[in-house]
C-alpha cells in the first residue's frame, strides 16, 4: 500500500517509522490491561493512525497461508488512544488494514474480539465481518483445517471469551442451544480428566455420570437464571460458547489436574449493541448467574458438612462442590483478562459494592474448604 493515506486530512494513516517501536509499546499499555500490553509485539507491517503530530492508534496486520493454501489476513491488534475514542481513528486503521490485505491477494479476513468489546465488534460489524461460530468454522474448513486455521491466527493463546470474526462473514445461522450443549460436554470431559489427574475417577461407571450430572447441572442453572434475569429487563440475549478457551481448559486439567471451567455465556442478540448502553441491564443478569453459582457451591458444602448422607451421595455433593468452587473462582474473582468475559467483570462494571460482596462469599467459600 502507499506509504501515506490521508483520509480524512486531521488522521495521517502510515506504516510506522523507525524509532516509533516505543511509542506504538506505550500505546500498547495505555489501551490493554497488563497482561496484554506485555504480550503485544509489532510486527513488520504496523500501521499508525497520528492526529496533530501525536500517535493516537495502532493496527498490525499479517497474512497468513488458509488451509486451502490462499493467502487471508488477520488484525492482530486494533488499538486507539482512550482519550481519541469517538473520532474514527479505529476506522480510518481498520478500512487501511483492509487495503493491506486487499493489495495481498487476502480473500478472508480475521480478527479475534473480546464477546463485550463492542467499540471493536461494531467496526468489523459494519464491514462485512461476522461471528464464525465454531460449527461454521467447521462447515467452512474442515475438522483439520479449523485446527490449522487457529494455529495460523493464533488461536490458542487462551482468549477466553474472544470470538472469531471473519470477512466474508458466516453463510448459515448458528444454534445457540447447540453450542451449550456442545459446549457443556466438552467442560463435563475436562471435569471428568481433573477427576481421573487427581486419582477420584479409575473408569467408566456411577462416577463418570455423576461428574457429567455436576457440570450439566451448574451450568445449566447458571445459564436458567441469566436467561430469566435478562427476560425481567426486557434484554433479549443468546448463548455464545467459548471454544477458543478449551485448549487452555484441557491443557491446564492434563499438566496441574485443576478445573477451568469454560461455561460460555449469554449475550445480547444481534450485533448493534453497545456495552456501555447496556451495563445497566448485563450487570444484574450477571450478578444472577454468579450468585446462583456460588448458592450451588455454598450448599454442597453445607451438606457435606452437617447432612448425613450415604457414600455414594457424598461423592456426588463433593463433585459438585469441586466444580462450584472453581467456577465461582473464575466467575467472580478474576474481573480482568484474560478472564474479562465471566460474569464477574459485567458486576464489576456495573455495582463495584456488588462485586465486592460476591468476591468475599467466593474467598470465604474458598477458606472454608481448606
Given at each position: ?95 487501511a488494514a483492509l487495503q493491506f490485505f486487499e493489495e495481498r491477494g487476502c480473500r478472508e479476513v480475521f480478527a479475534c474480539v473480546e464477546g463485550f468489546n463492542t467499540s471493536s465488534s461494531r467496526l468489523f460489524a459494519t464491514r462485512g465481518f461476522t461471528i464464525l461460530s465454531f460449527g461454521e468454522q467447521l462447515r467452512r474448513y474442515g475438522p483439520l483445517g479449523t485446527l490449522a486455521l487457529w494455529l495460523r491466527i ?217
Amino acid at each position: 500500500m502507499n506509504e501515506e493515506v490521508k483520509n480524512p486530512p486531521e488522521i495521517l494513516v502510515r506504516r510506522m517509522r523507525d524509532g516509533e517501536e516505543e511509542g506504538v509499546k506505550s500505546l500498547a499499555g495505555r489501551t490493554f490491561p497488563p497482561l496484554g500490553s506485555v504480550l503485544f509485539s509489532p510486527s513488520p507491517h504496523v500501521l499508525v493512525a497520528e492526529w496533530d503530530g501525536r500517535l493516537v492508534g495502532v493496527v498490525v496486520p499479517e497474512t497468513v497461508v488458509l488451509p486451502d493454501k490462499r493467502r487471508g489476513g488477520l488484525m492482530l491488534w486494533l488499538m486507539t488512544d482512550p482519550g481519541t475514542r469517538g473520532f474514527g481513528v479505529g476506522g480510518r486503521l481498520v478500512e487501511a488494514a483492509l487495503q493491506f490485505f486487499e493489495e495481498r491477494g487476502c480473500r478472508e479476513v480475521f480478527a479475534c474480539v473480546e464477546g463485550f468489546n463492542t467499540s471493536s465488534s461494531r467496526l468489523f460489524a459494519t464491514r462485512g465481518f461476522t461471528i464464525l461460530s465454531f460449527g461454521e468454522q467447521l462447515r467452512r474448513y474442515g475438522p483439520l483445517g479449523t485446527l490449522a486455521l487457529w494455529l495460523r491466527i493464533h488461536r490458542f493463546g487462551g482468549d477466553v471469551g474472544h470470538f472469531l470474526w471473519a470477512r466474508p462473514g458466516a453463510t448459515k445461522s448458528d444454534s445457540p442451544a447447540l453450542q451449550w450443549w456442545v459446549g457443556t460436554f466438552a467442560s463435563a470431559l475436562v471435569f471428568l480428566l481433573v477427576g481421573w489427574r487427581n486419582g477420584l475417577i479409575g473408569g467408566l461407571g456411577a462416577s463418570v455420570l455423576g461428574g457429567i450430572g455436576v457440570v450439566v447441572a451448574l451450568f445449566g442453572l447458571r445459564e436458567a437464571v441469566m436467561r430469566l434475569a435478562a427476560r425481567l429487563q426486557g434484554l433479549p440475549v443468546r448463548h455464545r460458547a467459548w471454544e477458543a478457551a478449551f485448549p487452555l481448559s484441557f491443557g491446564i486439567a492434563a499438566a496441574f489436574g485443576v478445573f477451568l471451567p469454560v461455561p460460555g455465556s449469554v449475550y445480547p442478540r444481534g450485533s448493534a449493541w453497545r456495552y456501555r448502553d447496556l451495563v445497566p441491564k448485563l450487570g444484574p443478569t450477571a450478578l444472577a448467574g454468579a450468585s446462583v453459582v456460588l448458592l450451588f457451591a455454598w450448599a454442597a458444602w453445607a451438606l457435606l458438612k452437617f447432612g448425613s448422607l450415604p457414600p455414594e451421595s457424598a461423592a456426588w455433593l463433593r463433585a459438585a462442590q469441586t466444580a462450584g468452587l472453581s467456577l465461582a473462582i473464575f466467575e467472580v474473582l478474576f474481573p480482568f483478562s484474560p478472564f474479562a468475559s465471566f460474569s464477574g467483570r459485567r458486576v464489576w462494571d456495573w455495582n463495584r459494592p456488588m462485586w465486592g460482596v460476591l468476591a468475599v462469599a467466593a474467598v470465604a467459600l474458598f477458606v472454608v474448604e481448606l
